[in-house]
């Protein structure tokens, strides 16, 4: 007989979740830059076409696949197809591989969050969080690309992240995942809103909007422009990971689908401009200060926008501790939900092959990643690590991962209708063939171009600079894991009868 699967208490916790998933690092320190970079207010076109034209329609099929076989990636995969149950391993190891430094970054900012109270990263902020905070070894020439150095003021932090989320996977979707997304989604939207408001009030705040909405159409003509868009999308809306496909999956069979889906993508597409509005309001403000051009200012995206420019400017400000406190405060309620979201595939799918109870996969996925997050990046050579493995999962993997799943269902097993069906047999709002068009046609299409242009890339121009072995073993080497650990674990036994939890009728 099988057994009931652990659901969310209901729509608002789904949606909620959800958001919590989607809305993390990318939309505070990545949006704004890339925004920046590629044309400004203009690139909000491609921005949303991306997003009505792969972002909805690959959400809605990651929730159609997860609610209809309800299982996690392998097991849901495995329910389309047998053989396809190697797809979904390959997004778990990705989620793995992933959660294993998105922590380090939490951790980071839970630190700069305390730091925020006595300014203690001083005048010079880039020579705090290289040098002072992370200690970074001098990665060029001779010196060692890979050191077993620790740094006590990163692994503290980071150890307590880890033991945070083990906790919260522990006691359950409901029980857990859902109420800490109850709690931190509100406070984030309170704190960031704060946060937004107190910006547009600083000198110089119109000079830094300007600089970001400013467009400049020419770049709409870009090609690299549109790839930026579309990777935005995708990696803001957790897309293609295994994750939305999981979280759909605790969702009660007569459960709404669609309209769930568009609140959560126009909610994180929402908050990623309106984070776009707050720190180039902050970053005009530190252009005035220095008396200088807001496109003359450096460091306006990813960790050197957040802990190197951000300190920078909270210290010049007025009752700055408050506001550095807002943003790490939103950086780390942003960023931890994200990651629960993440640990929260690894495990399901434990639990699904391997019959590990809850509380058993979470400790033994999170001490092992846990463990794996302190050798790998709380070590003086962590940066560098993480850039480079980031860069490989998010523009090979997850790409890679999307081209397979929309090709596999849409030309390979022709399963696109049946999707569309199941959708709008539980959703109030249907879904037209335009859905299917997206799926068989746009996607595919789009997606293979994007990886295709990022592997030549990647293999013409390297990456900053970094050494050819270092990016054969980091960058080409983890996706080269991905697929062993999809190949190991899919050829496992089922400990358990894949049959175990319910499914739908077919
Ligand atoms: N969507 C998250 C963001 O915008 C990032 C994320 C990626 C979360 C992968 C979970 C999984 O930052
Ligand atoms: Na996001």
Redesign the pocket.
Known sequence: KPEKREEFSGQLGFILSAIG???????IW?FPGVAYENGGGAFLVPYLIALLTAGIPILLLDYAIGHRYRGSAPLAFRRVKRWLEGLGWFQVAI?FV?AVYYAVIIAWALSFFVYSFDLRWGDDTAGFFTGTYLQLADVGGADPWFTLDFVPAVLIPLVLVWVATIVVLAAGVAKGLEKVNFVFMPLLLLAFGTLVVRALFLPGAADGLNALFTPDWGAMGDPNVWIAAYSQIF????IA?G?MITYASYRKRRANLTSPGFVVAFANSGFEVFAGIGVFAALGFLAHEQGVAVAELEGLTGPILAFVTFPALVSQMPAGGLFGALFFGSLVMAGYT?LL??LQVVSASFQEKFGWTRAQASVRIGVVAAVLSVLAFSTTTGLVALDTVDQWANNIGIVASAVVTTVVVGWVLRRTEEMRFHLNSVSTIPVGRWWSFCIVVLGPVVLTSMLVSRIVSLVVDGYEGYAAWYLNVMGWGVVALFLVAAVVLTRMRWRVEPDRFDAWPT
Not at 21 to 27: E, K, T
């Open positions: 998933s989607a809305v993390g690092l990318g939309n990545r989620c992933i990696f803001s809306l957790s990971f994750i994200s979201s993440i």
